[in-house]
């Protein structure tokens, strides 16, 4: 009875489901396009027979299954991407960070973050040109929580930017996966880096060095005149290609006219070439991008500073020293974590703008003279001679930076400055250059009494206290005072040299031995003794060792 019905409905209008494609939707006898917009009416189909109907529907089954089958073997699934890593000898790791990391080729040639937009297009691209499919974010997304997993399981190397040392071996990456290997008995160029290196996308390539050359091509084109100056730079460029130490904050100054930004771009060029050569100084709010930018470079230079805040030049100081600093993810309570890394810093200006103390004792001051016109060339031509000598000048800074890592076992420090480490190596590299280390030493020294002078001049507590000595203690070598007492005396004569209100000078005596404390070295550079016990009663004793002005 209820088939006679049915037959006795025909002919009947059904929507026309051969018209409607896949991710359409239906509502209301409207029909929409995935995007949930009104495409217009359903298209409908007049059927005869109930047969007719089913058959129909049976044929737009079949031909919709066989769509999605043709679509899913034409993309690839989780295992054929990770048999296709395993094809290329893919080697997934870690970094010193805990950051996950492919090693695209089996070596260091090619390193990319798992995360990164680089390796993803690379996957996608490799697959595609491997078997003709393609893929989806979803399948993509599912192995490279595989691959990640994989990577904090797997193998720990420390990764670096440009240069890396490893025992008395030095590495340095020439961006074209080529490495420059350096020990004490030359160097080479290896063509399949180890995993040493990550590289970021302002990074260009290096020359190839070249046999041929000597340090003192490097001083052509760097506007230094002063010979314990030159001593110097030549040292401090071929440190610059050994990694594992703090290096100084190079501080070129002087008029303008005086190439300090062309000579900071040289030195940028020849050992950490980058499609960026200088960066402005950060303000007050840009320092923590600071620190990101300073870790993608190996050394990089700010460019016609003028001042420099207290919060910048702590954050100099950490980056010379390889101090942490604590970086945020996406800004979760959970989710701090540090960042270690040591690398070259230097800044330019017309003035020397840099007064802590504990950044200028890790400085170099370079004192340069405005070039005369008889002497100036077009920039042009300027470029076009160092990059015409540019790879010999690097071959010379790897032959002495070999000869330095043979000489270095050997050297030993009589007075050690703050920098040891630093002027340990300038030893071993100023006798590589021949050079011998005492004159590399006095060259040192005789900076480092700049900086002393440009502490003191900059310093209210250093002009204080050696305004007192010069007062009080002319026919005595040592004073001792409890802090109030000792206060007193200093606070009448902060007013007469006009400093009583400066951030170095205290406003009451608790805080007299913390401003007296960053400027003790330099103080006693000078000649004059400060200390305080440890006692309950805290004395602050002045002592004279020397004569000031010696």
């Known amino acids: 009875m209820k088939e006679d019905v049915l ?147 797997g193998q720990r190397f420390e990764l670096s930017v440009r240069v890396a040392r490893r025992g008395m071996v030095l590495w340095y990456d020439l961006g074209n996966g080529s490495v420059i290997k350096t020990d004490h008995t030359g160097w080479m160029l290896e063509n399949n880096s180890p995993i040493l290196f990550r590289r970021f996308s302002h990074q260009l390539p290096q020359v190839n060095p070249e046999k041929g050359g000597t340090m003192n091509d490097l001083l052509k084109f760097i506007n230094v005149k002063d010979e314990e100056d030159k001593i110097l730079i030549k040292v401090y460029c071929v440190a610059a290609v050994i990694a594992g130490f703090p290096h100084p904050l190079l501080i070129p100054h002087g008029d303008r006219g005086a190439a300090k930004s062309t000579g900071s771009e040289v030195i940028k060029k020849l050992i950490d070439p980058s499609g960026i050569d200088t960066i402005d100084a950060p303000d007050k709010g840009g320092v923590k991008d600071f620190i990101q930018v300073a870790s993608h470079h190996w050394l990089i230079f700010l460019d016609n500073v003028s001042s420099v805040s207290h919060e910048l030049s702590d954050t100099l100081a950490r980056i010379c020293t390889g101090a942490g600093h604590s970086k945020r993810v996406l800004y979760s309570d959970d989710d701090d974590f540090i960042r270690n890394f040591q690398h070259i810093v230097g800044l330019n200006g017309i003035n020397q703008v840099v007064w802590k103390p504990d950044l200028l004792n890790r400085s170099i001051l370079l004192s340069m003279r405005k070039i005369g016109d008889e002497e100036r060339i077009e920039i042009e031509e300027f470029w076009r001679l160092f990059n015409e000598q540019k790879p010999k000048i690097l071959g010379a800074i790897f032959d002495a930076a070999a000869k330095a890592l043979l000489y270095y076992p050997e050297i030993k420090l009589v007075r050690k400055p703050r920098m040891a480490d630093f002027a340990r190596w300038g030893c071993a590299i100023a006798k590589a250059i021949g050079h011998t280390e005492q004159e590399f030493m006095d060259a040192y020294y005789a900076n480092i009494d700049e900086q002393n002078e440009e502490v003191i001049e900059g310093n209210a507590m250093a002009q204080v206290i050696i305004k007192y000595v010069e007062k009080y203690m002319a026919d005595k070598n040592i004073v001792a005072h409890q802090p109030t007492e000792l206060f007193f005396f200093l606070k009448p004569i902060a007013v007469e040299l006009n400093v009583d209100r400066s951030s170095d000078f205290p406003m009451a005596a608790t805080w007299l031995w913390k401003k007296i404390k960053p400027v003790a070295s330099d103080l006693l550079q000078k000649g004059v003794r400060v200390t305080k016990s440890k006692g309950v009663d805290r004395i602050i004793t002045i002592e004279k060792i020397n004569m000031l002005n010696q």
């Open 7 to 153: 037959k006795n409905k025909f002919p009947i209008t059904r929507y026309d489901e051969s018209q409607i494609k896949s991710g359409q939707s239906i509502f209301m006898g409207q029909l929409y396009d995935v995007n949930d917009k009104l495409i217009g009416p359903v298209p409908k189909k007049e059927y005869t027979s109930q047969e007719e109907h089913d058959k129909e529907m049976e044929e737009t089954a079949n031909k919709l299954k066989k769509e999605e089958e043709e679509k899913a073997g034409s993309q690839g699934g989780v295992g054929a991407l990770l048999a296709l890593t395993q094809k290329k000898n893919v080697i997934f790791f870690h970094d010193q960070f805990n950051e996950a990391y492919a090693a695209i080729n089996g070596n260091g040639s090619e390193v990319k973050k798992l995360r990164s937009k680089e390796f993803r297009q690379w996957l996608i691209k490799t697959y595609y040109r491997e078997t003709g499919k393609t893929t989806n974010d979803t399948t993509i997304s599912m192995a490279l929580n595989i691959m990640e997993a994989e990577a904090h399981e």
